[in-house]
């Protein structure tokens, strides 16, 4: 299943810059995502590889919405 990167609050995905399979360190940027007119970087909370990414460019997510998972 793997750890749940989670959206910290609500707003629209801009950028993804992680697929499936990759290696990632803690604070590496993952996803760019706008929300209250601000982009907000979201950072790896760990190390590990990337086990799914659950959302797409331009989507709108909710607070809490699982970003991506890691292994």
Do not use: C, Q, Y
């Amino acid at each position: 299943m793997g750890k749940p990167v989670n959206a910290p609050m609500a707003g629209k995905i801009l950028e993804i810059f992680v697929k499936v399979g990759d290696r990632v360190k803690k604070n590496d940027v993952i996803v760019m995502m706008e929300t209250m007119k601000m982009n907000v970087r979201m950072f790896a909370p760990e190390d590990g590889i990337v086990n799914t990414v659950n959302v797409s460019p331009m989507e709108n997510v909710k607070v809490n919405t699982t970003l991506i998972t890691l292994a």
